[in-house]
């Protein structure tokens, strides 16, 4: 399977733990994109990577969460001090590079905090 | 920052009638214009997408028309079949906010397209 894939699938975790999520793009794809999605919404933008770079971070990412992507290839998300409301489905995308404009999503992670 | 009103939040339609979808966005400057298909528990899945240079764009059953005059664009599903059932999303890319180019989308609240066999 060569498009984007995310690890893991489904996390479970009590309030107040940390998690990490993981996310391999399309090779050679530059761009990375996460996004979190909530029932019934649309995805919301969190933050994006040109290579290893973090160039944007929305505003609805708060202090808790931080991401890499150390090597311009996967990128990791991570949450800490979890919280009930940070349940949602965390989708990362890809895409070649700046223009080329379509997004290619992964399978998601989906989140539950308990 | 960008808005996009997607219409309507359900829709069902007999299987071979058409589907059409509306969305609309507030940044004049959006240009560009992307329809995702979610399936239950899948991930979003570019169907068709049209870029502000384009006022209309066919893939076999699928086709895409944007109005840049009234901000507006629209998914049109002709033949349905019961595979077409999923929440369609549309989504825009705002005006370029830097040189590094972020494009970042903005969707709709999306639809949920329901084909009655």
């Known amino acids: 399977d060569t498009g984007v894939s995310q690890n893991p699938r489904h996390k479970i975790t009590k309030r107040g733990q940390n998690v990490t999520f993981r996310c391999d793009p399309i090779?050679?794809?530059?761009?990375l994109y996460w996004y979190r999605q909530t029932l019934g919404q649309g995805p919301e933008f969190l933050t994006y990577?040109?290579?290893?770079?973090?160039?944007?971070k929305s505003r609805l990412l708060s202090d808790r969460f931080s991401a890499e992507r150390p090597k311009g290839s996967f990128s990791t998300l991570e949450i800490q001090r979890t919280e009930q409301g940070d349940s949602a489905m965390y989708l990362c995308?890809?895409?070649?590079?700046?223009?080329?404009?379509?997004?290619?999503f992964g399978p998601g992670t989906r989140l539950t905090v308990t | 920052g960008e808005n996009v009103e997607q219409h309507p939040s359900t829709l069902s339609v007999q299987e071979g009638d058409s589907a059409v979808i509306k969305c609309t966005y507030s940044?004049?400057?959006?240009?560009?214009f992307p329809w995702y298909k979610q399936e239950l528990g899948k991930r979003p899945q570019l169907i068709i997408d049209?870029?502000?240079?384009?006022g209309e764009k066919k893939d076999q059953r699928i086709a895409v028309t944007l109005n840049k005059t009234a901000k507006h664009f629209s998914l049109h599903i002709t033949e349905t079949q019961p595979e077409d059932s999923a929440v369609y999303f549309c989504?825009?890319?705002?005006?370029?906010?830097?040189?590094?180019?972020?494009?970042?989308?903005?969707f709709g609240t999306g639809t949920r397209l329901t084909i009655i066999p």
């Open positions: 940044d004049s400057a959006s240009n560009y």
């Open positions: 990577f040109q290579n290893e770079a973090q160039l944007e």
């Open positions: 989504a825009a890319i705002p005006a370029v906010e830097s040189n590094f180019g972020n494009e970042k989308l903005t």
């Open positions: 995308a890809s895409s070649w590079d700046r223009y080329s404009y379509e997004q290619y």
């Open positions: 090779s050679e794809h530059n761009r």
């Open positions: 049209i870029r502000s240079n384009v």
